[in-house]
C-alpha cells in the first residue's frame, strides 16, 4: 500500500537557522505533492505544490524540492522565526494521503 | 469570507448516539472532503465529493455516512458512536472536480469524544 513518511515527529531549531523536514514515500509515483502548515486547535492550511518535472519550488523564505528518483521531498524554512513554530504535514497527489507531521520548534 | 465552516467546534457522545457533522464552504468549490485526525496517525481521509451529488469511500468509512446536500454543504453521519471514533474531523474543499493538482481548504475542525 502506499506510504509516507515524515522523518521526525520533532524538529527544534534556533532562530535565524535553517529547518530542513524530510517526507519519503513508497509504492506511489504522485505527480505531485503538497505541503501544509497546521497550527495547535486549527486546520491545515495549505503551502506549496511542487510538480513532478519541477526541481525545486520557492516562496518567500520556503523551498521546497522534489526527488521523483529518491521517492522524497525536502521543505526548507531560511531564517527561520519562532512564529515558523507550527506542525508540517506533507500530502502525497491531490491529498488523499498524508504524512503524519512533523512538529518544528523555534526557540529565540 | 468565511471559507470552509464546520459545526460544531466540540461535541461529546455516548457509545451508541448518533449525530451530523456539518460542513459548508461559500468558495463555490466543486470538491468537499471529510479526514479525521489521531496522535500518532496524521490525516486520514474518510470519505469525499468530486461534485454534487457525488460521493466516494476513501481511506476509512466504516461507520460512516456523507451526504452532498447541495454544492455548497457535505455532511458526515455517525449513526451508531464508538470510542474508536474519538477524533478530530476536518472538513476540506477544493476548487476543481475530481482529484487534480488543488490545494485544499480547510475548516478548523470538530473535535468529537464517544465516551
Known amino acids: 500500500s502506499q506510504k509516507i513518511e515524515q522523518n521526525s515527529e520533532a524538529l527544534n531549531i534556533q532562530e535565524g537557522k535553517t529547518a530542513t523536514l524530510t517526507c519519503n514515500y513508497t509504492?506511489?509515483?504522485?505527480?505531485?505533492l503538497q505541503w501544509y502548515r497546521q497550527d495547535p486547535g486549527r486546520g491545515p492550511v495549505f503551502l506549496l505544490l511542487?510538480?513532478?518535472?519541477?526541481k525545486e519550488k520557492r516562496k518567500e523564505r520556503l523551498k521546497v524540492t522534489f526527488d521523483t528518483t529518491l521517492k522524497q521531498s525536502l521543505f526548507h524554512i531560511t531564517a527561520s522565526q519562532p512564529a515558523d513554530s507550527a506542525t508540517y504535514l506533507c500530502?502525497?497527489?491531490?491529498?488523499?494521503?498524508f504524512g503524519k507531521g512533523t512538529t518544528l520548534s523555534v526557540s529565540s | 469570507n468565511a471559507g470552509v465552516t464546520q459545526t460544531p467546534k466540540f461535541q461529546v457522545l455516548k457509545t451508541g448516539q448518533s449525530m451530523t457533522l456539518q460542513c459548508a464552504q461559500d468558495?463555490?468549490?466543486?470538491?468537499m472532503y471529510w479526514y479525521r485526525q489521531d496522535p500518532g496517525m496524521g490525516l486520514r481521509l474518510i470519505y469525499y465529493?468530486?461534485?454534487?451529488?457525488?460521493?466516494d469511500k476513501g481511506e476509512v468509512p466504516n461507520g460512516y455516512n456523507v451526504s452532498r446536500l447541495n454544492k455548497r454543504e457535505f455532511s458526515l453521519r455517525l449513526e451508531s458512536a464508538a470510542p474508536s471514533q474519538t477524533s478530530v474531523y476536518f472538513c476540506?474543499?477544493?476548487?476543481?472536480?475530481?482529484?487534480?493538482?488543488?490545494?485544499?481548504?480547510f475548516g478548523s475542525g470538530t473535535q468529537l469524544s464517544v465516551l
Open positions: 476540506a474543499s477544493s476548487e476543481a472536480g475530481g482529484f487534480t493538482n488543488e490545494k485544499l481548504f
Open positions: 509504492n506511489y509515483s504522485p505527480a505531485y
Open positions: 511542487i510538480r513532478e518535472n519541477e
Open positions: 500530502a502525497l497527489g491531490t491529498a488523499l494521503i
Open positions: 468558495m463555490n468549490h466543486n470538491s
Open positions: 465529493s468530486a461534485s454534487e451529488g457525488t460521493t
